[in-house]
C-alpha cells in the first residue's frame, strides 16, 4: 500500500467500527483524518458526509470513507457534493472495480450490514487498488462528471 492521507467520518451508528478501520489503515502506514463523529451521541450523517468530502475535495486528503448504519445516507449525501465519486460498497470484487475502473474517491459502508472482518478487507481494496487509466473507463468517468454541470 503506497502512502496516503484518507479522510474518514462516521455517524453515530458506526464509531465502534471507525474506530477499527482506523486502527486498521494506521496498521498501513496510511495517515488518518479522523472527521467524527466522536462519541455514540446521535448525529446527522450529511454534516459528516460533508467534513470528509471537502477534506477529499481540498486535497487534504486522497481519499475518503464514511461509516453510517446502512451507508446509504452516507453515499447520497456524497454524490451531491461536487467533485465526488462515491460508491457504496459490500463485497470485494465492487471495492476493486470501483477504483480500477470508476476512479471513485469516497468509499462508504455500512456498519450494520457488513461484519467487521468484510469491512477491513473491502477498505484494504479500495485503498490499494490504483485506478487503471483506461482511456474506455476515463471517457465514462468524464461522462460522470460532466453530470454535474
Do not use: W
Not at 476512479?103 to 455500512?110: D, E, K, R, S, T
Not at 472482518?117 to 473507463?137: A, C, K, Q, W
Amino acid at each position: 500500500m503506497k502512502k496516503q492521507t484518507i479522510a474518514i467520518g462516521s455517524d453515530h451508528a458506526a464509531i465502534n467500527e471507525k474506530q477499527a478501520v482506523i486502527e486498521f489503515l494506521k496498521s498501513k502506514s496510511v495517515i488518518v483524518i479522523d472527521e467524527g463523529a466522536y462519541d455514540s451521541n446521535s448525529v446527522d450523517y450529511p454534516d459528516y458526509a460533508l467534513k470528509v468530502c471537502k477534506s477529499v475535495n481540498d486535497k487534504k486528503a486522497d481519499l475518503g470513507i464514511l461509516i453510517c448504519g446502512t451507508g446509504i445516507g452516507m453515499s447520497m449525501a456524497a454524490n451531491k457534493i461536487k467533485g465526488i465519486r462515491c460508491a457504496l460498497v459490500g463485497d470485494t470484487f465492487s471495492a476493486r472495480m470501483t477504483k480500477e475502473h470508476n476512479n471513485a474517491n469516497v468509499l462508504a459502508l455500512g456498519a450494520r450490514v457488513l461484519g467487521l472482518g468484510l469491512m477491513l478487507d473491502i477498505v484494504d481494496i479500495f485503498v490499494s487498488t490504483e485506478y487503471s487509466n483506461d482511456p474506455r473507463h476515463q471517457k465514462r468517468v468524464d461522462k460522470v462528471m460532466g453530470l454535474e454541470k
